[in-house]
């Protein structure tokens, strides 16, 4: 008798792939869309002078970082944010090259932080590693640059106006201490933003904060360092009091393109979804975390682009 071999039925197909993460990934996507539910599809625009409607127009604020020499084309905006590392080697010629870039956008402020291969803008660094200085570096310092309309911020605040708005912005340059780069801290110091941003407090932070390295526990993580910028912790500001706040920081962390929402949960909030489901408006207080990082790899290649966020 032959022997009948019994056929195994066909797999089925592979229609889902489960990956780390995706369940807390769906729930955040669920939660950010209760979260925006009943809010206007756009921004009424108008050309009336009235004072409430100007007040509600939104500050378009472009973020962009890690450009390393390149000149990506950026999007139009009220604001542009340069995060840090607007160079490679931190060169005279390369921080010049790149103000020019700057200064020959359209936006109409225009602010930037160092980042820790921009080493032309550190004095300290400089002193203590000589042999970093690059081509021109070796006899022309930061105050020979021509900064063009560029605002740079180095553990300082400014006041600007949009319109009819205002906004205070701060910028640093700093990250935690990793290989020999400029603008570097010690993770474990406790007050290293504690004194720098005395002049805020958690119920009046800055309404936009400006660093090359992310804060704590907001990818942040690089083998064993963190970075210890951290609401309400070591003096630095808690959560913001307003209704949104963008906080930026670069690609320095690995080099992760990202925007992130936090909505800041409070007594109030527990009446967000009644009052949705009557049409009446309500506002969380929101934080935009913008990894405005543009390039990757070794070669420094453009693979995304900026990041656009409107306050």
């Known amino acids: 008798m032959e022997h009948q071999q019994q056929q195994r039925p066909s797999p089925e197909p592979l229609t889902s792939i489960k990956l780390r993460g995706q369940t807390k990934k769906r729930l955040a996507a669920r939660l950010l869309q209760i979260h925006l539910?009943?809010?206007?599809?756009?921004?009424?625009?108008?050309?009336?002078?009235n004072t409430t409607t100007a007040e509600y127009k939104p500050v378009r604020v472009v973020c962009v970082a890690d450009t390393h020499n390149t000149q990506p084309v950026l999007p139009a905006g009220d604001v542009l944010i340069h995060a840090g590392d607007l160079t490679d080697r931190g060169s005279f010629a390369e921080v010049q090259a790149g103000?020019?870039?700057?200064?020959?956008?359209?936006?109409?402020?225009?602010?930037?932080?160092?980042?820790?291969?921009?080493?032309?803008?550190?004095?300290?660094f400089l002193e203590k590693h000589p042999k970093r200085r690059y081509g021109q570096?070796?006899?022309?310092?930061?105050?020979?640059?021509?900064?063009?309309?560029?605002?740079?911020?180095?553990?300082?605040h400014v006041s600007i106006r949009v319109g009819a708005r205002s906004l205070t912005i701060y910028g640093a340059p700093w990250t935690p201490a990793y290989g020999v780069s400029a603008f570097q801290y010690r993770p474990d110091c406790p007050?290293?933003?504690s004194q720098r941003l005395r002049a805020f407090s958690p119920a009046q932070p800055p309404d936009i904060l400006v660093t090359h390295g992310p804060p704590k526990l907001h990818r942040d993580q690089r083998d064993f360092y963190r970075a210890c910028l951290l609401g309400g912790a070591g003096?630095?500001?808690?959560?913001?009091?307003?209704?949104?706040?963008?906080?930026?920081?670069?690609?320095?962390?690995?080099?992760?393109?990202?925007?992130?929402?936090?909505?800041?949960?409070?007594?109030?909030?527990m009446l967000a979804a009644p009052l949705r489901i009557l049409g009446i408006r309500h506002d969380e207080k929101v934080t935009t975390f913008a990894n405005a990082a543009v390039v990757g790899g070794p070669d420094n290649k453009l693979l995304n682009p900026p990041i656009v966020v409107e306050i």
Request: charged letters at 15%.
């Open 99 to 124: 103000l020019a870039w700057l200064a020959a956008q359209p936006h109409q402020h225009k602010i930037l932080v160092a980042g820790n291969h921009d080493v032309l803008l550190d004095d300290a």
């Open 37 to 49: 539910r009943g809010r206007p599809a756009s921004v009424p625009t108008t050309t009336t002078t």
């Open 191 to 193: 007050t290293h933003w």
């Open 235 to 269: 003096g630095a500001p808690a959560a913001p009091a307003h209704d949104a706040v963008a906080i930026g920081w670069a690609g320095w962390a690995g080099v992760v393109w990202m925007l992130m929402l936090v909505v800041w949960a409070k007594t109030t909030a």
């Open 137 to 156: 570096s070796a006899t022309e310092t930061k105050r020979d640059l021509d900064w063009g309309d560029a605002t740079y911020f180095q553990d300082r």
